[in-house]
C-alpha cells in the first residue's frame, strides 16, 4: 500500500517562501504521476502542480512563476518550492499518487499565509 508523507507547513508572512515535501513509499515511485492538491477553508480540493516521472510539470493558473514542483527519483521524494506566498494560497496542502490504476492521498500539511 502506498504511503505518502508530508511535511514543511506553517505559518508564513504574505510574500514569504516556505518548502513542502512528500516522501513515497510502499510500491514503486517512477510508476507514479505525483502531484500537490490544496484545499482553502470552504473550497474544494484542487490541483497546484504535479510531476511525472520524466519530469513533465502542469502548473495551475494562480501558481505559475510563483511555485516549482519537482521530484528526487532516487529519494521518492517531491518536493512544491512555494515563492511569492499570499493570503490566498491559505490552504492544506495534499500529497497525491496517481497511475491509471490507482489514487493515493496523504494526510496534508497545513500552509498560513498571514501577517
Known amino acids: 500500500q502506498v504511503q505518502l508523507v508530508e511535511s514543511g507547513g506553517g505559518l508564513v508572512q504574505p510574500g514569504g517562501s516556505l518548502r513542502l515535501s512528500c516522501v513515497f513509499s510502499g510500491s514503486i515511485f517512477r510508476f507514479f504521476v505525483m502531484g500537490w492538491y490544496r484545499q482553502a477553508p470552504g473550497k474544494q480540493r484542487e490541483l497546484a502542480a504535479d510531476?511525472?516521472?520524466?519530469?513533465?510539470?502542469n502548473y495551475a493558473d494562480d501558481v505559475k512563476g510563483r511555485f516549482t514542483i519537482s521530484r528526487d527519483n532516487a529519494k521518492n521524494t517531491i518536493y512544491l518550492q512555494m515563492g511569492t506566498l499570499k493570503a490566498e494560497d491559505t490552504a492544506v496542502y495534499y500529497c497525491?499518487?496517481?497511475?491509471?490504476?490507482?489514487?493515493?492521498w496523504g494526510e496534508g500539511t497545513r500552509v498560513t499565509v498571514s501577517s
Open positions: 510531476i511525472t516521472s520524466s519530469g513533465q510539470t
Open positions: 497525491n499518487a496517481r497511475n491509471v490504476k490507482v489514487n493515493f
